[in-house]
């Protein structure tokens, strides 16, 4: 029987979990496969991939720094990779042409609702960044239709510029940080800000006691923006782990058309961390 090639090619991507993350659902779903990663040199992106193709390469996925760039590449897109005009996922059909979709909101609407029995729908939402982080994901958090979901950044141009761009999907603005008038029910941070150990400057008035907030970088302890809100009040924390997963085996849905079971693989990750 022959077994299946797939891969995430990033650079730097040494750090990676997903190998670990895809052999634990090929195991769990029987599927005959192989996921490795790839160090990809800057210069050479388009090459590799078109290599793993032509060398029958079933699927990839996409980091750091090429998610804008495997948007390009891509020969048909997803709606969703569209709206997000990043890619994380590529599959190829059996006409050649690359296909490119983006399961990072996805990833994070799944482990709000289902890892944490979060709701969204009439909610009002905070998204801290505007860069390609929260772009990925204001489409499928949109869909879940909250009641408001604010943009802030510290450029607030670029906030403002996105919640013009995704205002035809709901009920979005665009706020500059130090006039955020809140609690919110949903404080996302989308912006990489806890992998340098520091936080958002946000006032703590945005937290109320039933205030919930998810650090989309996670770490062993709490991220520096998790223990801040829970210095404020925060009811709970959580951190993107869990959002790792999801949108991994959203990717692996996508390419094995079989949906894998994430909760005993997030509590793998976390407890070997």
Do not use: C
């Not at 960044?129 to 929260?134: H, L, Q, R, S, T």
């Not at 909250?146 to 761009?165: G, S």
């Not at 949903?186 to 919930?212: K, Y």
């Amino acid at each position: 029987m022959s077994i299946d090639r797939y891969a995430v090619m990033g650079n730097p991507i040494k750090h990676s979990k997903s190998p670990q993350i895809h052999k634990a659902f090929a195991e769990q779903t029987d599927q005959h496969m192989t996921y490795t990663s790839m160090l990809v040199p800057e210069d050479s992106f388009e090459d590799a991939v078109r290599k793993f193709f032509a060398e029958g390469g079933k699927g990839l996925n996409i980091t750091v720094p090429f998610k804008i760039r495997a948007y390009e590449l891509s020969d048909e897109l997803t709606e969703r990779a569209q709206r997000a005009k990043a890619v994380n996922t590529l599959l190829i059909r059996n006409n050649g042409s690359i296909v490119g979709d983006n399961t990072d909101g996805a990833g994070l609407v799944r482990d709000i609702m289902h890892n944490h029995d979060g709701r969204l729908g009439g909610k009002k939402i905070l998204v801290v960044g505007a860069g390609g982080a929260v772009r990925g994901v204001l489409a499928p958090i949109l869909a879940e239709k909250p009641a408001l979901v604010v943009l802030t950044n510290r450029t607030f141009e670029k906030a403002h510029h996105l919640a013009e761009e995704f205002a035809d999907l709901g009920r979005i603005e665009a706020v500059h940080m130090n006039k955020l008038q809140g609690p919110f029910n949903w404080i996302i941070n989308g912006t990489a800000a806890s992998l340098q150990g520091d936080i958002p400057e946000l006032s703590e008035s945005v937290i109320g006691e039933h205030t919930r907030v998810y650090d989309m970088m996670y770490s062993k302890q709490a991220t520096p923006f998790n223990a801040w809100a829970k210095d404020y009040g925060a009811e709970k924390a959580f951190d993107g782990l869990g959002m790792l997963v999801e949108q991994a085996a959203e990717s692996f849905r996508q390419w094995r058309g079989v949906m894998p079971s994430t909760p005993t693989v997030i509590s793998d990750l976390r407890a070997a961390m």
